[in-house]
């Protein structure tokens, strides 16, 4: 069973910056894209970054060029980098992986709050 681990965030001043971690505990088979989406109250849960086997392969046009989505092999746990954040950046924050081949094997995390507010 892979369960996903989300920790990093919280009250963060406007223009600040925070770092996500997402770490995955389990054993994954395969190629998976690694993710990260966000879900402000009453809106839809949006893709924010996608991560390949490659490297960063997308960016959601809002946090282009502000975010960086990253992963440390050896520890297991991928990363979220958010600089120059703005007050419609907070949601909560949601760890993802889906199987780059089949799709079929998807993986969430429970999520984590940031709120970007003075």
């Known amino acids: 069973q892979v369960q996903l681990v989300e920790s990093g965030g919280g009250l963060v001043q406007p223009g600040g910056s925070a770092r996500l971690s997402c770490e995955i505990i389990g054993d994954l088979y395969g190629s998976f894209f690694k993710m990260w989406y966000r879900e402000a109250p009453g809106k839809d849960r949006k893709r924010g970054a996608v991560l390949a086997e490659v490297g960063p392969i997308w960016y959601d046009d809002s946090v282009k060029g502000r975010f960086t989505i990253s992963r440390n092999n050896e520890r297991n746990t991928n990363y979220l980098y958010m600089y120059k954040l703005m007050p419609n950046d907070s949601a909560l924050y949601y760890c993802?992986?889906?199987?780059?081949?089949?799709?079929?094997?998807?993986?969430w995390g429970r999520g984590t709050q940031v709120t970007v507010s003075s």
């Open positions: 993802n992986l889906r199987h780059s081949i089949t799709h079929a094997q998807v993986y």
